[in-house]
């Protein structure tokens, strides 16, 4: 777009993705930028799909880094990873309860579950809120994670430490953020619709579902 009323127009970016990353990514546009610091505030929930590869370790934990060491992975089943991913998510409840600072006996705590609002509601380490295995067939498996305060490198290490639980190694093949908060993949727009029209007609589309999740947890 160009003209003397888009001179000053301000965009600003949500959580951020890695150049190895893919996926949502939240853009504010003008008067969407303060709304993207709300939302921020809010501290709310990022689901991702990451896909894992047995048999290698590397620098980095992606399957394009420095390889450091290849193992065997035959004696790997879906129950034993299965097994490994219930127990980073039951740490990891631990976790979210000890950052949210909730007495879990009131009756705040029990509406605040209700509602799905029981979560980290100031800056605290990366926590799991939810982890489970999509797909299995050795040496590839794929995760959802449900995750606050992440990086796209702390996914790939948590695929690195599961390798090594499971007396192998393994490295991540891909990391996809199918959900940011209220955006899902479907309202985002491709690259072939970056255009005025587009934008405004996906800014009307979230307009709603942003005003009711930062009037139910602000």
Not at 51 to 79: M, P, V, W
Request: charged share 30%.
């Amino acid at each position: 777009v160009r003209g003397p009323r888009f001179r000053r127009l301000k965009i600003g970016a949500g959580h951020r993705l890695d150049v190895k990353a893919s996926g949502v990514f939240v853009l504010g546009i003008g008067h969407g930028n303060k709304l993207l610091t709300d939302l921020y505030n809010c501290h709310l929930t990022k689901v991702y799909t990451v896909k894992g590869l047995f048999g290698k370790a590397t620098d980095d934990f992606s399957d394009t880094g420095k390889l450091i060491e290849k193992t065997t992975f035959d004696h790997i089943t879906r129950e034993k990873l299965e097994r490994i991913v219930a127990v980073i998510q039951g740490t990891n409840h631990k976790a979210l309860l000890m950052y949210s600072n909730i007495d879990m006996k009131t009756q705040e705590a029990y509406e605040l579950a209700v509602k799905g609002l029981i979560r980290p509601m100031e800056k605290s380490p990366p926590v799991i809120t939810a982890i489970r295995c999509l797909q299995f067939e050795l040496p590839e498996f794929q995760l959802e994670i449900h995750c606050l305060h992440e990086t796209q490198q702390y996914l790939r290490k948590i695929v690195h430490e599961i390798g090594l639980e499971l007396k192998s190694s393994a490295v991540c093949t891909q990391v996809r953020r199918t959900r940011d908060g209220v955006f899902t993949l479907d309202d985002a727009l491709p690259r072939t619709q970056w255009d005025l029209r587009s934008i405004q007609g996906a800014i009307r589309n979230c307009r709603l579902k942003v005003e009711t999740e930062l009037e139910k947890t602000l």
